[in-house]
């Protein structure tokens, strides 16, 4: 039985709808998507995520869609297929619909294309081992703080990433370790917590918030700064931070051992204390207690 997803204001079967050759997501990659993560039915932040659409959406002057009320969507998302006690991401997509094919943006008003679907939850790797990373130049457009579809750069640092055994890529521009290809990056120098501060460069990562917030609130001392390639040997930890990746110690970057090749106890007491807040949030679901 094919998966329910939704497309321009209806719920069908997945293997139903098809998308125009003319859609400017197709032939542009004109748009803006999400994805928001549900713990045993219940959400982490996705009026958070939503917003970040929504910002996506005024960045691309995409007009027609209201994305708040896309959270309705995610819910019925999961009753429709079954999937209110399993751990669920839903992606969002929004692309400027459907023109002939120019450059310039459609002189007639057109609809925007809408969907939304349901997609397994795999973690990306184990917290209590770790993963390795490694690093890629950053060839991405500048305005990385968009959450665009056009992925290309992303895809080809993260294929490079797995063929050399890593679990994820992170980019180096000017030689400052920004983020990675679909996650926030972090380093711990002298028991500080240290990420690239918010600006056109990395994308604001709702867990990267999440992140800073605990730090905060529980003296862990943390700052938004540059972290230059050129230190990231002598950093005392790295992790990784996204919906998808929660948070993933780095015990191996560029094939060299980060500290002694072990999750560090830093970003360790950060694994148990974001799990902490997604069951404080979301209701305490088993899923968020295994790593």
């Not at 969907?115 to 209590?128: E, I, L, Q, S």
Request: one cysteine or more; charged letters at 25%.
């Amino acid at each position: 039985m094919s998966a329910i997803a939704y497309f321009n204001g209806e719920f069908l079967a997945k293997d139903r709808i098809s998308i125009s050759p003319d859609d400017r997501g197709f032939l542009f990659a004109d748009g803006v998507y999400d994805v928001a993560l549900s713990y045993g039915g219940k959400f982490f932040r996705i009026d958070a995520h939503l917003e970040r659409l929504a910002d996506g959406l005024q960045a691309l002057d995409i007009d027609g869609v209201n994305p708040a009320a896309l959270a309705g969507v995610a819910h019925e998302l999961l009753r429709r297929n079954d999937a209110q006690t399993d751990d669920k991401a839903i992606y969002f997509q929004v692309t400027r619909g459907v023109a002939p094919r120019s450059h310039a943006f459609p002189i007639e008003s057109v609809e925007p294309t809408v969907y939304a679907t349901v997609m397994p939850f795999v973690r990306k790797g184990d917290a209590a081992k770790g993963t390795s990373v490694v690093t890629a130049p950053d060839i991405r457009w500048t305005r990385c703080d968009i959450k665009s579809i056009g992925l290309t750069a992303n895809c080809l640092a993260n294929q490079r990433a797995h063929e050399d055994g890593a679990t994820e890529a992170i980019f180096v521009r000017n030689g400052v370790a920004l983020e990675g290809t679909a996650s926030s990056f972090f380093a711990i120098f002298d028991g500080v917590v240290t990420t690239a501060p918010n600006s056109n460069y990395i994308l604001p990562g709702i867990t990267r918030a999440a992140i800073l917030e605990i730090c905060a609130g529980h003296n862990i001392e943390c700052t938004e700064a540059p972290i230059f390639e050129r230190d990231l040997k002598r950093a005392d930890e790295l992790f990784l931070a996204g919906t998808t990746t929660e948070v993933l110690p780095i015990v191996e970057l560029d094939g060299v051992a980060v500290g002694n090749g072990r999750p560090g106890p830093v970003v360790q007491r950060l694994v148990e204390l974001f799990r902490e807040l997604v069951e404080s949030e979301c209701s305490g679901t088993p899923a968020v207690r295994t790593a």
